[in-house]
């Protein structure tokens, strides 16, 4: 089944301590971007990434850093989260070209 | 730039009732547009598409047309149930540069009651 995974699915941290949200897609996409959903600003991109190891800054990127080592990974790290980092989280691939983008479940963050 | 403009929700209507939702955007030629629908805890799944204009896209009884001329791909459907409460989304690929990510509109929440 083609899908787009991400994990964990829920998570409340404390200030300052470091996290990755994982994301994983079996489509062979080119491309995969992280975004952000909150109440009044829909859907924010973060970070994106056209293919292996080439990864470029989004809207709202402060705070988070990306990788893509593999073309199937793209994980979302928070070097240091604080409260205003609390929000659901999408991690979305398209293949190259004006394509839909498949999302996964989600992640709700809690920042406290 | 590039944008898209839903009507605003909430939009709350009875069981078999007709549904529109209205959205346009800012220039003509995209290749693609798209309807969205993210249920309630779940991610976006993509609803329907179309690829090019005049064409319609439908799934799960809902249908929109890419009208290039009002530049607008509104969503119908004939009879929501009460399993279509969600939020639905509007978007597009930008047309200059766009590769890199999707342009959504705000959203707009349906309830459907009983």
């Known amino acids: 089944e083609a899908q787009v995974t991400q994990n964990p699915r829920y998570l409340i941290t404390v200030t300052g301590k470091k996290l990755t949200v994982t994301c994983s897609q079996n489509m062979n996409h080119e491309y995969m971007s992280w975004y952000r959903q909150d109440p009044g600003l829909g859907l924010r991109q973060i970070y994106y990434?056209?293919?292996?190891?080439?990864?470029d800054k989004g809207d709202v990127p402060e705070g988070y850093k990306v990788s893509r080592k593999e073309k199937r990974n793209f994980p979302l790290i928070l070097e240091s989260p604080s409260p205003n980092q609390t929000s659901l989280y999408f991690c979305a691939s398209r293949q190259q070209g004006y394509t839909e983008a498949f999302f996964g479940q989600g992640t709700r963050l809690t920042v406290v | 730039g590039d944008s898209v403009t839903q009507m605003e929700g909430p939009v709350t209507l009875s069981e078999e009732a007709f549904l529109t939702i209205n959205c346009t955007y800012t220039a003509t030629g995209y290749p693609s547009l798209f309807w969205y629908v993210q249920y309630p805890g779940e991610g976006l799944q993509l609803l329907l598409k179309a690829t090019k204009a005049d064409d319609k896209g439908s799934n799960k009884g809902f249908e929109a047309t890419y009208r290039k001329e009002t530049t607008s791909f509104h969503l119908e459907k004939g009879s929501v149930q009460v399993s279509d409460s969600a939020v639905y989304f509007c978007a597009l690929p930008p047309l200059r540069g766009g590769y890199n990510k999707l342009i959504f509109g705000a959203g707009t929440r349906l309830a459907v009651h009983p």
């Open positions: 990434s056209m293919n292996v190891e080439v990864t």
